[in-house]
């Protein structure tokens, strides 16, 4: 059994997330313990240290919160996750009481190294159901000189922090060697339409400004319907 000991400070401004301090997990394995990075850049530059090597930093990153309600989401893991060896926690707190966290799960987001290949979280949006669970969307990003990729992942949290995978797109573009503004590749856009459908769209990339891909036509367009892939795993959805 995997157990989460966390101590944070609450932040007195409405909307703000908590400051955590440090996390313990508990495993078969033993006790490790982790000390929180907040410096993003720092963070990075250990993600970049340890890949390959999950962990072994013995520091963890939080990614980013969100603020639903009387609670505060957080997803945050360790920065060497980049190598899909380590998993991403996501825990709620609630605003008023966040010496330690209401629950907490576990999900591996980038768990193919050959496709997620130095990467993070970049953001989260939140949507809050009439049964105290959630919908997330979690973007992130990573590559290398050569290419880079982004991915969309749409996961269910419910009341006890279990998170389910619902769907999950991957997008990626090759840069030149030489040419700074030639590249090729799709992009990926997606809009909560409501609480729990989600429009997804995939764009061709012809072109880019530096890193920034300039969209040249839509490729395709999908909606999905979250309750729906909830209520039938076969429906789920994994892509790269």
């Known amino acids: 059994m995997v157990g989460l000991a966390l101590r944070v400070h609450a932040d007195p401004e409405a909307g703000r997330a908590p400051q955590i301090q440090s996390f313990r997990i508990t495993s078969k394995a033993g006790k490790q313990s982790m000390t929180v990075i907040r410096d993003k850049a720092r963070a990075a530059e250990l993600g970049l240290e340890g890949y390959g090597k999950p962990c072994v930093n013995n520091v963890a990153s939080p990614r980013w919160t969100a603020s639903m309600g009387s609670e505060i989401l957080a997803v945050f893991d360790c920065p060497a996750a980049n190598d899909g060896g ?48 959630f919908m997330l969307a979690i973007s992130m990003s990573g590559g290398d ?13 419910d009341q006890s922090c279990r998170p389910t995978l619902l769907a999950q797109y991957r997008a990626g573009m090759a ?29 061709r990339v012809t072109r880019c400004k530096g890193l920034d891909p300039v969209l040249d036509g839509r490729e395709s367009t999908q909606q999905l319907d979250l309750q729906e892939l909830l209520r039938n795993p076969k429906l789920r959805i994994a892509k790269p």
Not at 148 to 155: G, L
Not at 179 to 200: A, R
């Open 145 to 157: 000189a050569g290419a880079n990729w982004e991915s969309h992942a749409f996961v269910h949290i």
């Open 175 to 203: 840069h030149h060697e030489t040419e700074d503004d030639v590249c090729s590749g799709t992009h990926l856009k997606y809009q909560f339409i409501s609480d729990s459908v989600v429009s997804l769209n995939r764009f």
């Open 86 to 133: 380590a998993d991403s926690i996501i825990a709620r707190f609630e605003k008023g009481d966040a010496e330690a966290p209401t629950c907490f799960g576990r999900i591996s987001l980038m768990r193919d190294s050959s496709s997620y290949y130095y990467g993070q979280i970049r953001s989260i949006q939140a949507r809050s159901l009439p049964d105290r669970s």
